[in-house]
């Protein structure tokens, strides 16, 4: 029986999640409007209706990939279809087509990016979403970095670069001629530069490294006078070897990622300028904004995107107006310190002496971090705003300060195949946090030659630590429009092929088999994004960075290390954030109405040498928050401490003495080695709000509301690269509540959607302590807040502090023991009193032995969207992954295994059952005669069926999807076949284990 669907025709169906379904100088350039704060558990309805039912304001996203203009409205409004009927709340709209080698068959003359078909294919989008309730973004120009059509590189407004020509001469020597040219060409269609400067300098060998040449700073010579008609005679002094540099300044001739993508081709934007910020709202002004699309952005009340800022240069990143910049910013001129600053194919080619080197270095992209912040970020928020629009960006890829750029975004994300570490979300939270803005987005789930294979277990491992770190709204890496030219089955993909191999970056959709379940994974990243953005964040150090940079993959000195693993949490401020209004102290808080911190915790600066550096203006303000009762910990010398920047006369002395009365008041240690970090913070009496006994994996972020505490815990990795691989946990952990009021525990299930009181646990003031077990990336989520919060009814009965029991649980019946064994088991409860309960039986439990399997085995059909499903049925004495079955080796699609279980005729209702899948991949529904069960945990596969059994025969049937890559390794050799064969599919062990429940006491 063959069948098969189209993309184009979607799934429309969708399933009703439902609650309670089983147990278990800056002032003027932060001046931004907040960003919105989720609903806290108040307000009308059930106190849990939000995180039964969560909105569509905190539904994950996806990244929406188009072959540039050639889409049909139709397929658009379609598509919007697709993914709102899968509970996503909104799209990113990008033109990304990497997989498209020959960029002919696109046709950017008539459908190119900016075109009218683009543009119908943007309104079809903005007026289906307003119907569906779906949020869309927009990418600010073609692919990547922002690049607008029209702009030429010669112009103003496109990115330039500083690159230099050299010439080297003995002692003595004579160079006549004309002036050193560039030493890389231009690139294409770069047909003008413009010379900055000519200038002589001394060799200094002492200043040289393994890659520099060293120069001597006081032997550096202006000759741009002397140059005539572009030719330049110059005798060098006797007293050493010398340099001839030239500085010749150009356009860089970058497009965006993978074009062209439209006709006239575009360039990339000068982000340095005002030119080049308003090149690109110009053309958004002149050539899309029409009064209808105008309209239909403030409705859908989204955002502006820009991807990271991957700026190529021969040189280095420059703009014009960067001379007038520094030497405003700093007081000195910039020309005599180009040497140390040049660059040759992102190498650093001269240095003088190593701290002078470090100072010029720093102050040079401190000054280029202020002009992206202000002509770039800052104008195109303000120009979002006025259309009702808000601005999302990844605000790195150069040496900026990307923790300030967090505080002047609405919303700032960062990336999972970027960031390595969880330090790199921790710099972007301590941004949006100090701002009082409320999302930290990710562009999450794209895998290096993934395509096709990526699970969802993966991905929800990935942002496991993500969360932890901050991150709260979640923009999947992606979803690709259905079809374009000369593509293959399953349709277009923006990324696969990549180099004639599978790509990175999953294109998800009806395409995918797993596409039956995502209704179950949004709701649950919907529900984590709902927690994580309630309330306001809390951490409990915060962490000064001299150098604002991110997606670096460096920590914080013993709290990275050593102190998240014993619960400690940290966020990242850089120097601007300390002129932001919430840099107070009240109570012994930095921010007291935002994050909280407890302490502030001060380092030498990781990326110019470990040198322990503070600029003057910084110290002051330390000074003037420790005298206001912030606790700080400084790791390293300062109180030699040096200016970041070259000093002017007598900053350092300056500096130092500033130092001096801040080491000297009471709330201020000094510490030289980072092992004595956590003493630090315990002599000043300050503890984390999560503790836990030992060193553990366990990952954990805090939100605050008038009604409860909010506490996500993860069993995750801090880095990616992290091994060996996470295991297991089972331990106690100790969380302080914060609210005033009488407060008790809840287990809030984001799988299912249902808040229930935890019933085991020991208070002592406001730590509440409890057992956590979590298997590698599963996540739990607790909340401290006021009893019947979540609508149950067991708010005032009193709770067990201890049992020899499997478990113990609220349920309608009040205090219930739960026992997988006979015998009687000793409970301790709050009030005193300990009790016994007698379990006299408890069946044994079932193993099935024999599965009948059912397979849709998914082929390419008539066209590259259409696929068919061949129908295969199985009997199976043992469960083997797919890979390990003749029949199914190759196979991808969705299995249905069927078996049945006997039980005992005294089953009745104290008695239940949990379902233990084993290895499962890659998502799955469960059903019981008939009946279809909450939806489980995908990282820890077991699901309480107990309410769905019955005495006699039961039918169990496990739904299981795949991913595509078995089946494309065979159809498409040449791109897929290099990857393994992967093992999907049930493959257990399974098995249905009884309990009995009885209320205690």
């Not at 294919?121 to 607008?148: C, K, N, Q």
């Not at 149950?792 to 219930?816: C, E, I, P």
């Not at 006299?840 to 390419?860: G, K, N």
Request: proline share 6%; glycine share 10%.
């Amino acid at each position: 029986m063959h069948e098969h669907f189209s993309q184009r025709g979607g799934i429309s169906r969708r399933s009703v999640l439902t609650a309670g379904l089983a147990a278990g100088t800056a002032a003027a350039l932060w001046a931004a409007s907040p960003g919105a704060v989720a609903a806290p558990a108040t307000g009308s309805g059930p106190a849990g209706d939000w995180f039964a039912d969560p909105a569509r304001s905190v539904r994950p996203r996806f990244r929406w990939w188009w072959p540039d203009g050639l889409v049909d409205p139709d397929e658009i409004a379609r598509e919007i279809d697709q993914i709102a009927d899968a509970g996503f709340g909104g799209v990113e709209i990008a033109a990304v087509h990497h997989s498209i080698k020959d960029k002919s068959v696109l046709d950017t003359a008539a459908h190119g990016w900016g075109s009218r078909p683009w543009r119908d294919g943007v309104e079809a989008a903005l007026r289906r979403a307003a119907r569906r309730g779906v949020t869309v973004d927009i990418t600010l120009g073609p692919s990547w970095p922002v690049a607008i059509p029209g702009v030429t590189p010669d112009d103003t407004a496109a990115a330039k670069e500083l690159v230099h020509g050299r010439v080297d001469l003995a002692a003595g020597a004579t160079y006549q001629g004309p002036v050193p040219p560039p030493l890389r060409e231009a690139a294409a269609g770069v047909t003008r530069q413009q010379l900055l400067a000519v200038q002589a300098a001394r060799v200094a060998p002492a200043n040289s490294t393994r890659k520099e040449t060293g120069l001597d700073l006081a032997g550096v010579r202006d000759l741009t006078a002397t140059v005539t008609d572009g030719t330049l005679t110059w005798t060098a002094p006797e007293d050493g070897d010398w340099v001839l540099l030239s500085y010749w300044q150009r356009g860089s001739g970058q497009q965006p990622e993978s074009g062209p993508h439209s006709d006239p081709a575009a360039f990339v934007v000068d982000h340095l300028s005002a030119d080049g910020t308003a090149a690109v709202t110009e053309y958004w002004n002149r050539q899309v904004l029409t009064p209808s699309v105008r309209r239909l952005l403030k409705a859908a009340g989204g955002a502006f995107f820009e991807d990271s800022v991957e700026l190529e240069t021969e040189g280095l990143t420059w703009t014009p107006g960067l001379p007038e910049a520094f030497e405003k910013h700093t007081g000195r001129p910039l020309l005599p310190y180009l040497p140390a600053l040049v660059l040759d194919k992102s190498n650093q080619v001269f240095a003088f002496e190593a701290q002078v080197t470090r100072q010029i270095r720093h102050d040079f992209w401190e000054t280029v971090s202020g002009l992206f912040n202000r002509h770039h970020l800052r104008a195109l928020r303000d120009w979002a705003h006025a259309l009702g629009m808000q601005l999302r960006a990844q605000p790195y890829g150069l040496q900026t300060d990307a923790i300030a750029s967090a505080a002047v975004l609405d919303i700032a994300e960062g990336e999972s195949l970027g960031f390595k570490n969880l330090d790199d979300y921790r710099c972007l939270a301590g941004g949006r946090d100090m701002a009082g803005h409320t999302v930290l987005s990710c562009e999450a789930g794209a895998y290096n030659g993934s395509a096709y294979s990526t699970t969802w277990d993966r991905f929800l491992r990935t942002m496991g630590g993500a969360y932890a770190a901050g991150v709260n709204q979640t923009v999947v890496h992606g979803f690709s429009y259905a079809t374009a030219p000369q593509v293959s089955w399953p349709g277009f993909a923006a990324f696969s092929p990549y180099n004639g191999t599978s790509g990175y970056g999953e294109s998800w959709g009806p395409r995918q088999p797993t596409w039956r379940h995502i209704e179950d994974v949004s709701a649950y990243l919907a529900r984590v994004h709902g927690v994580l953005q309630s309330g306001t964040a809390r951490a409990d150090v915060a962490v000064f960075r001299q150098t604002g940079y991110t997606a670096t993959g460096i920590g914080a000195s013993w709290l990275t290390s050593t102190g998240v693993p014993l619960g400690w949490t940290h966020q990242f401020l850089s120097g601007p954030l300390l002129d932001l209004p919430a840099a107070t102290v009240s109570g012994g808080r930095l921010a007291p109405h935002g994050p909280a911190y407890k302490a502030l915790f001060v380092e030498s600066d990781f990326f110019y040498g470990s040198t322990p550096t503070l600029a003057e203006p910084h110290a002051r303000k330390l000074l003037e928050l420790a005298r206001a009762g912030l606790p700080i910990v400084l790791l390293g010398a300062f109180d030699q401490a040096l200016t970041p920047g070259v000093p002017a006369s007598g900053e350092t002395d300056r500096l130092r003495e500033i130092m001096a009365r801040l080491l000297a008041l009471p709330r201020v240690l000094q510490v030289s080695d980072k092992t004595a970090v956590g003493d630090a913070l315990a002599r000043l009496g300050v503890t984390p709000d999560v503790r836990y006994a030992t060193s553990s994996t366990l990952l954990n972020a805090h939100r605050a509301t008038p009604d409860a505490d909010y506490y996500y815990l993860c069993n995750g990795k801090h880095a990616e690269t992290v091994k060996p691989p996470v295991a297991a946990i089972d331990h106690e952990v100790t969380l302080r509540g914060t609210r005033r009021g009488a407060t008790v525990p809840y287990l809030l299930d984001p799988w299912t959607g249902e808040g229930v009181r935890l019933a085991r646990y020991t208070q002592d003031g406001d730590d509440f302590t409890l057992r956590v077990t979590l298997q590698p990336g599963q996540t739990m989520i607790v909340a401290l807040g006021r009893p019947g919060l979540f609508g149950d009814r067991n708010g005032a009965r009193q709770h067990a502090l201890a049992t020899d029991a499997d478990a113990v649980l609220f349920t309608r019946r009040g205090l219930t023991l739960r026992a997988g064994s006979a015998g009687t088991y000793t409970t301790r409860l709050s009030r005193g009193r300990t009790v016994t309960t007698v379990i006299p039986s408890v069946p044994a439990p079932i193993t099935p032995a024999r599965w009948q399997l059912d397979v849709e085995d998914w082929y390419p059909g008539a066209d590259a969207t259409r696929t068919e499903r061949v129908r295969r049925t199985l009997t199976l004495d043992t469960l083997l992954p797919w890979s390990q079955i003749t029949e199914l080796a190759d196979s991808a699609g969705v299995g249905r295994y069927r078996t049945t279980v006997v039980l005992p005729d005294d089953w009745d209702a104290s008695h239940g059952a949990l379902l233990e899948l084993g290895q499962v991949s890659d998502t799955f529904r469960v059903t019981v005669n008939g009946t279809r069960s909450a939806p489980v945990d995908r990282l820890h596969p077991v699901a309480d069926v107990g309410a769905l059994l019955r005495r006699g025969a039961n039918v169990i049937e496990i739904e299981v999807a795949t991913p595509l890559i078995n089946r494309l390794r065979a159809v498409q050799p040449a791109v897929f076949g290099g990857v393994s064969r992967q093992a999907h599919g049930l493959v257990g062990p399974v098995r249905l284990v009884p309990h009995v429940q009885a209320v205690v006491g």
